[in-house]
């Protein structure tokens, strides 16, 4: 659900000093109200109020924030606050973000657009947005200490550039780095091309995913800003599968995902049934010539890739980082390999020492996805993700890329799980299995 709740909030903390003068009342009146998303829900794309006409995209588990024409300029309003964010059913996050959200809402605007954008920190320390990508005045580039002073507890900056180029960028802070972005501050921005062009294609779906982690132990809310490498919360858009929407595509689609990575590692995305092309990164659309087709594209840390594909294949693809740890959730570190280790009688004697002491491991680590563990409160599970044949052994980043015949155009809705043609599905081998030949063996 949105709200207008922190606009009031906002006026109130100014209030005093507003009603006693006329210029604060017009201060006031400039800025727009900003809205507030208080769910994890993926929303529609939004359709654009006004100026030139685009295609919108859909952020999943994510939003697009509305914007507000003053003489030609869109304006935005972005509040930098603690937020808490669910990132599955049963486990939420103590984070900091925008607008009620990390992460902050998706702008759009189009090449060409003059764009005034009011931060207001609601933060306890002092913020600032980096455009990341765009042309713009040294200083809008939003660097503290560098281009501007942070922007203090309780006050609103002011950016203002004109979106010279179309393509995919991101917004983050670039103050108090290793926390602000430890804590979930980042946000998606997508620019529009103003008319037809070259390099970019029109697409049916067009959708957003921004790489993120955290380091959130077994229990606690709130990530650890220390942490450099060892996280233990892989997400997209602040979410973990199976938390995280399929991208739901009709087939013969065209499709474009925009995915960037503010991580601190790289992150191989996969793309199951389908070859795409990389069309773009945070530099701008991709020459035709270099363009390769690929089923896994590395994204580096700080870097944005666009894919596009024909979804000319029905079923449920998986869509998910390559790296396998990153398809984990809590747990997938520091557990030391049991595989062969018969474990029957080590239990008994380790339970006098460590009570709750568990037998894990010994056969893999799938049988972990299908055990009802005793897990702290607001905790994932390690793996967890259910699907039409059982546990799906997944979660972190990983989604579902669901193609179907009978999907509507620009209908995002679930679909539920592909119903295979008859014969289509990998099956048991019913006879008996010869007996091996090993040129090599004594047996
Ligand atoms: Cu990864």
């Known amino acids: 659900m949105r709200s207008r709740r922190d606009f009031f909030a906002f006026a109130g903390i100014a209030g005093g000093a507003l009603a006693a003068t006329s210029v604060a009342r017009a201060a006031l009146a400039r800025l727009p109200e900003p809205v507030i998303e208080t769910s994890a829900a993926t929303r529609p794309p939004l359709q654009p109020s006004a100026g030139r006409p685009y295609r919108p995209v859909v952020t999943l588990n994510g939003w697009t924030l509305p914007f507000r024409m003053n003489r030609g300029v869109k304006e935005f309003h972005l509040v930098a606050e603690p937020v808490v964010r669910e990132f599955a059913p049963g486990f939420k996050g103590n984070l900091w973000g925008y607008n009620g959200q990390s992460p902050g809402p998706t702008i759009e605007v189009v090449e060409g657009d003059k764009v005034r954008i009011f931060v207001t920190n609601n933060l306890p320390e002092m913020t600032s947005v980096h455009w990341h990508g765009q042309r713009l005045p040294s200083g809008m580039d939003g660097v503290t200490g560098l281009t501007q002073p942070g922007i203090p507890p309780g006050k ?68 650890k800003i220390m942490t450099m490498l060892d996280f233990n919360v892989w997400a997209w858009n602040s979410r973990v599968f199976p938390a995280i929407d399929p991208l739901v595509v009709r087939h013969m689609d065209k499709v474009r995902i925009r995915i960037g990575n503010l991580t601190m590692t790289n992150h191989p995305i996969h793309l199951h049934g389908h070859e795409f092309l990389v069309t773009g990164s945070d530099g701008g659309p991709t020459p035709i010539g270099t363009r390769t087709y690929e089923v896994t594209q590395d994204i580096a840390v700080g870097q944005m890739r666009q894919i596009e594909f024909l979804a000319d294949e029905e079923g449920d693809w998986a869509f998910h980082c390559h790296k396998s740890h990153h398809t984990m959730n809590a747990m997938g570190h520091d557990v030391p390999t049991m595989i062969g280790v018969d474990q029957s009688t080590l239990a008994g004697k380790i339970n006098k020492l460590i009570p709750d002491y568990m037998v894990m491991g010994e056969r893999g680590m799938k049988e972990m996805s299908e055990m009802e563990m005793p897990l702290p409160d607001n905790t994932i599970p390690m ?61």
């Open 156 to 223: 609103t900056f002011v950016y203002e550039f004109m979106a010279r180029r179309p393509g995919t960028f991101m917004y983050h802070p670039h103050t108090d780095e290793m926390v602000q972005l430890a804590m979930g501050m980042m946000g998606f921005w997508v620019t529009h091309p103003r008319e037809k062009h070259p390099l970019i294609s029109e697409v049916d779906r067009d959708f957003c995913v921004l790489l993120n982690a955290f380091d959130i132990d077994p229990g606690s809310f709130t990530p």
């Open 383 to 443: 793996m967890t993700g259910f699907g039409p044949f059982g546990a799906l052994g997944m979660g972190g980043m990983f989604s579902v890329v669901k193609v179907r015949r009978g999907q509507k155009r620009d209908d995002y809705s679930d679909p539920g799980w592909f119903k295979h043609p008859p014969g289509s599905v990998a099956y048991e081998y019913q006879g008996t299995p010869p007996k091996p030949i090993r040129s090599h063996s004594d047996h």
